[in-house]
């Protein structure tokens, strides 16, 4: 567990540690401890005392809100072309970066998961019968993929087939 000191008033109290690792406040009152502890921490990590900072922890649960708010915005505006970090970060009130971070936290990235749904969206025209008279092209560059070379690697790579291929199978060749 790593421990920084906490501020109160402004002032620093060096043996009292909040955790910054385990989401939950722990207090230690050893002062060997501190010793050992505090020397250890990176700068960036220490308090400002003039300021009264104290270390915080934002709650797993609103975590998951926001990125469950991103997602759900993401999935309405997959066919718009300024879809991006910035165009989220500004829509929600949080940095690109804090964005960056959720998708992050699931073992992904912000890019990674936008084309992922698109080419999500993507295949589910091409296995729609209905949609069986639109080009693959046309699809493809509704939901934002202008590079027709990236769009089929990245489908390939993803569905193991090439669009053509999954569209065929819908036809039943």
Not at 81 to 110: C, D, H, M, W
Not at 142 to 162: A, C, H, I, K, W
Request: aromatic share 8%; hydrophobic share 35%.
């Amino acid at each position: 567990m790593m421990c920084v000191p906490t501020v109160s008033a402004g002032r620093s109290r060096p043996t009292d540690c909040c955790s910054i690792t385990s989401g939950r406040s722990c207090i230690s009152r050893s002062p060997r401890r501190s010793r050992l502890l505090l020397p250890a921490i990176s700068p960036t990590f220490l308090p400002f005392p003039s300021v009264g900072w104290r270390p915080i922890r934002i709650p797993p649960g609103v975590r998951a809100a926001r990125l469950a708010a991103i997602k759900q915005h993401i999935a309405r505006n997959l066919t718009d072309p300024g879809l991006n970090a910035g165009q989220i970060s500004r829509k929600f009130g949080i940095s690109e970066r804090y964005v960056r971070q959720l998708f992050a936290g699931e073992g992904t990235s912000f890019s990674d998961y936008v084309n992922g749904e698109r080419l999500a969206y993507v295949h589910s025209c091409l296995t729609d019968r209905r949609q069986l008279l639109r080009r693959i092209a046309d699809i493809a560059f509704e939901v934002g993929f202008n590079e027709p070379s990236t769009f089929y690697r990245q489908f390939r790579l993803r569905y193991g087939m090439t669009p053509t291929e999954v569209r065929a199978l819908t036809e039943g060749r």
